[in-house]
């Protein structure tokens, strides 16, 4: 099992930028999936993005074109670079590197 601290969150207006990163306590030589996921006051927990460990990677439709996940490295293995972000992306997001979860960072997306 890994430790997983996200950060990078915090108060965005509209349309702006926000750039996510998950660091981990040890670093990731082998995995199948990492993700990230949200959930959002009232709301189901839902997928944002996800590549696996042959670079396919997925997005939620309401994210498609604005968010883009990218790998790192060592004890940094993924971020979320969000653009043009809205208010009904305000949520906290969560890491998963397989089936290990972070504690979740907020992002709020307010004028």
């Known amino acids: 099992q890994v430790e997983i601290v996200e950060s990078g969150g915090g108060l965005v207006q509209p349309g702006g930028s926000l750039r996510l990163s998950c660091s981990t306590s040890?670093?990731?030589?082998?995995?199948?999936?990492m993700s990230w996921y949200r959930q959002a006051p009232g709301k189901e927990r839902e997928l944002v993005a996800a590549i696996t460990s042959s670079g396919d990677v997925y997005y939620g439709k309401s994210v498609e074109g604005r968010f883009t996940i990218s790998r790192g490295h060592g004890n940094v293995p993924i971020s979320l670079q969000m653009n043009a972000v809205q208010p009904e992306d305000t949520a906290v997001y969560y890491c998963v590197l397989d089936t290990d979860w972070g504690q979740g960072t907020q992002v709020t997306v307010s004028s």
């Open positions: 040890r670093t990731i030589d082998n995995f199948y999936v």
